[in-house]
Every structure is written in structure tokens, then in C-alpha cells.
């Protein structure tokens, strides 16, 4: 097995940081990240980069963050208790992009590392992230593009890590108050340490790396779309899903604020506006109500039969 080595994590996750920024400034063609570092008390610290107001994107941000401490929150323990009375380290890189032009799907990718240790035993490591997509005016090509390359960025790690990888997406991101997916999926795992340690990483390597070519040229084919404000109202209101699944689900939010994370950065991943509206109904046959019929719900995208 190879050597656990989360300094290397750290280089690879802080360069990540930068050509994800790189990438969305220049798909957004105005906008420019703007860095807020900060540290940790107990230990560790980030940086935080937000962009607002851009061109394309209305608010969006892509944060680092390394954190430690010697006591897990009741989060991490409740799934795993053999790591309690373990010091531990935690880092990723974890963003969020609400575009102002509703025919621009919301999306997030996260890749992240966490190890335990213990003086005498063994380290307990693993790898955990993903990319998500969440439309509200969905295109079918769009969505397809979107998880064939994540299907692309699974085949060399084997056949059926895509089919793993998705089905635990469509199963993780799903509103069960709604009975409804937050979007269209993409890829979520977690407590990844079936490989070894190289390999794992590879793998977030090519996850991290592979949304950019997933997302941008999604933006880059939908950002000229016109849109009025009946389709801005519906994307605030649909915001006010992933709002809803953030607080009541989300377990890095959870982790976050139950480890004493930066408050701001956590909640970084909040759309800048949402609105939510007593018992809407779609208009049968509608743009809308096509979002609910076709596309929050699991199924094969890439099923060419």
C-alpha cells in the first residue's frame, strides 16, 4: 500500500483552488475572485474566494480549508466511533456557482481528505467528493455532456465505479420532504479507501479537475440565452431548494459547523437570493413543470437505447 501523505493533498487541493478560479473567471469574462484567508483556533485555516456580481455568475465561491483538532464532532463520530479519542486532520476544496441566468444550472464539486490518528495504530484515511448539477431550465444535451464526463473520468479506475459513483449521487442529494432529487446528479462517494492511497488521490485528482471540463462549457453555451422574469422567479424559487438541503442534510455543512469551521465560509454555498412560495404548482405543460416530470428523478442519462 502506499504511503499516506497529506501534505502532498494539501499542494495538489491549494492548486486545485487556482485553476478552478482561473476557469470560472474566464468563462465569466468579468468577474474576479476575491480571497478572504482565515484560521482555525484550534487548528488549520483556509481561503475562502468568493465572486459576486460577475458577468455570468451572480455569486459563486471555491474555497480551501485545512482543519484539525483532538476530538471529532458528534457528525464524524456517529458514523464512524472507533474514531473517537483521535487527533484528526481535514482538508478540500469545496465550491458553489449561482449564475444569474436561470438557463445556467447551479452546480458544486467538492474533493476532500480526511485522516485520524492514533499513536501505535494505523492511520484511518479516506477520500471523499463529487460534482453535482442542479438546472431549473434543463437542456438534455446538457445533462448528458455532464455525465459522460463523469463517466469519462471513472473508466480508468474500473467498470463499474460511474454506476457506483452516480447511483450514491441521485441517493445522497435527494429532498426526502420533496421526494424530489436537487437536481440531475453527477458523481458523490465517500470513506473512499478501497485502492491505495495513490490511487485514491488520482481519483479526486481527475474528479476536481474533470468538473471544470463538465461545467464551463455549459456556461459558455447557455450564457447568451434570454430569459425574463418569470424564469428569474422560478429559479429563485427553486434556489430555495438547495437552501433547504444544505441545512437539513448536508453532512460538510454539518461537519463544518459542528467543528468550530469558519460560520462564512460554510455557508458560502448559500445562493445570494432565494424565495420560496406556499404550495406552487407548475403550469401543466410548461418549462416548469417539465423540470419535475423528466429531471428530479434518478435515471440512466447516458442509456442510448
Known sequence: MSQVNIDTV???LQ?????ICDALEHADGRGKFMEDSWQREEGGG???????????????????SLVSGNKLPPSATAHRPELAGRTWKA??????IHPNNPYIPTSHANVRFFVAEKEGEEPVWWFGGGFDLTPFYP???????????AADICAPFGDKVYDEHKQWCDEYFFLKHRNETRGVGGLFFDDLNCWDFDTCFNYIKAVGEGFIDAYVPIINKRKDTEYGEAERQFQ????????????????GTLFGLQSGGRTESI??????LARWQYNFTPEQGSSEALLYKRYLKPQDWLDKT
Do not use: A
Not at 15 to 19: A, E, P, T, W
Not at 91 to 96: A, E, I, N
Not at 267 to 272: A, D, N, R, T, V
Open 10 to 12: 494539501i499542494t495538489y
Open 267 to 272: 455557508l458560502m454555498s448559500m445562493p445570494p
Open 236 to 251: 429563485l424559487y427553486r434556489r430555495g431548494r438547495y437552501v433547504e438541503f444544505n441545512l437539513v442534510f448536508d453532512r
Open 91 to 96: 482538508c478540500g476544496v469545496s465550491l458553489v
Open 15 to 19: 492548486s486545485l483552488q487556482d485553476k
Open 46 to 64: 483556509g481561503r475562502t474566494r468568493v465572486l459576486t456580481n460577475g458577468t455570468v455568475i451572480e455569486q459563486g465561491g471555491v474555497n480551501f
Open 139 to 149: 437542456f438534455e444535451e446538457d445533462v448528458v455532456h455532464w455525465h459522460q464526463t
